[in-house]
């Protein structure tokens, strides 16, 4: 267990709709990461939040957005949806600002866009 | 071509064999991540390098930094080594994100 969490586990839904995935880091991480997994593209870095702030984007669509709560949880939205949407999405978090650093990973949520 | 190559893409070994995974960069990088994704999905972090070796049980992680290679060795391979194996790389341009490897499956027959 990596003190990760992330709900929900499963998320079936259909083209156009929107969802948001939440993420927990660590107790005492101020570091969030989010990353896309699908079967063509592989792994693929979406966005990190730092203590509240934006700090990196990676290859985000812009119907993606993200925040990172007072509290330090995380939220990825999702709109629009399409079927190329479907993938697992990973948040992860470290105690760094920086990607040098160990990242602890949630255990995904797989999203089903029918 | 990606940053981030790695081969094998799959491996097949006998439990006790020494596993070789190869993952080669093509940028400047600050570090460099090991992970491993179960067959559940779930993925934790292996290593986190930057230069020389790390050991950490069965498992020893390698970087060349002149050479742009890493590897990852496993010694006595067990069928719970079974997984996915995915390196990772912090480019030295872009050091808050990481780039991944397409990953190596690796099976470990009893």
């Known amino acids: 267990d990596s003190g990760v969490t992330q709900t929900p586990k499963h998320l079936i839904t259909a083209t156009g709709q929107r969802v948001t995935l939440r993420c927990s880091p660590r107790?005492?991480?101020?570091?969030v990461y989010w990353y896309q997994q699908s079967l063509d593209q592989g792994l693929q870095f979406l966005i990190q939040y730092y203590n509240g702030e934006e700090r990196a984007k990676g290859n985000i669509l812009e119907r993606f957005s993200a925040q990172q709560f007072p509290d330090l949880h995380s939220e990825l939205n999702l709109s629009s949806l399409e079927l190329g949407d479907s993938a697992l999405y990973f948040c992860a978090s470290s105690g760094y600002s920086g990607a040098a650093s160990e990242q602890f990973f949630g255990p995904g949520t797989r999203l089903t866009v029918l | 071509k990606n940053e981030v190559e790695q081969s094998p893409q799959n491996l097949t070994a006998q439990e006790g064999e020494f596993i070789t995974i190869n993952c080669s960069y093509s940028?400047?990088?600050?570090?460099l991540h090991w992970l491993q994704q179960h067959p559940g999905g779930g993925i934790v972090s292996l290593f986190m390098?930057?230069?020389g070796k790390k050991k950490h049980g069965r498992l020893i992680a390698t970087i060349n930094i002149q050479e742009k290679h890493s590897s990852l060795h496993i010694t006595a391979s067990h069928p719970r080594d079974s997984a996915v194996y995915i390196c990772a790389v912090i480019s030295s341009g872009s050091a808050r994100q990481l780039t991944f490897g397409s990953g190596t499956q690796l099976t470990v027959l009893p």
């Open positions: 107790s005492g991480d101020l570091s």
């Open positions: 390098l930057s230069s």
């Open positions: 940028v400047g990088i600050s570090a």
